[in-house]
């Protein structure tokens, strides 16, 4: 088995805010993350694709194929905006990585079979911060 890797950039708003609690719990909870104004990250999301290499390309997945895909089907929806807001599937869920890694998940794995029928999408790892990252394998 191979593992190939590709990473991509986004910029995105959002705020962690609980509607159920009082605002001194939301701040009490999640410190600036709650500010009623948003506040912004540089995020860095890699996929990992595992498989055995195609005997005509050399291909675990056409690299060019998975960027395209990721640039459609995530970048084109998340990045500079507001995630809590712009996205529709994150409508409904707390704006945090965790979440937001998750629904990633569901959007590329089925895609990723149509590009790559013997390859499976493995992980993926999305840098909020230089510090602060989740990682994502499935619902294995």
Known sequence: MVIVYRKEHFNAAHKLYNSNWTKEKNVEIFGPCANENWHGHNFELIVGVKGVPDPETGFVIDLKRLSNLIKEEILEKVDHKNLNL???????????????????????????QEIAPKANLHHLRLYETPRNFVDYYGDK
């Open 86 to 112: 712009d996205v529709s599937f994150m409508e409904g869920k707390m704006a945090s990585c965790e979440n937001l890694i998750i629904e990633f998940w569901k959007i590329l794995q089925p895609e990723i």
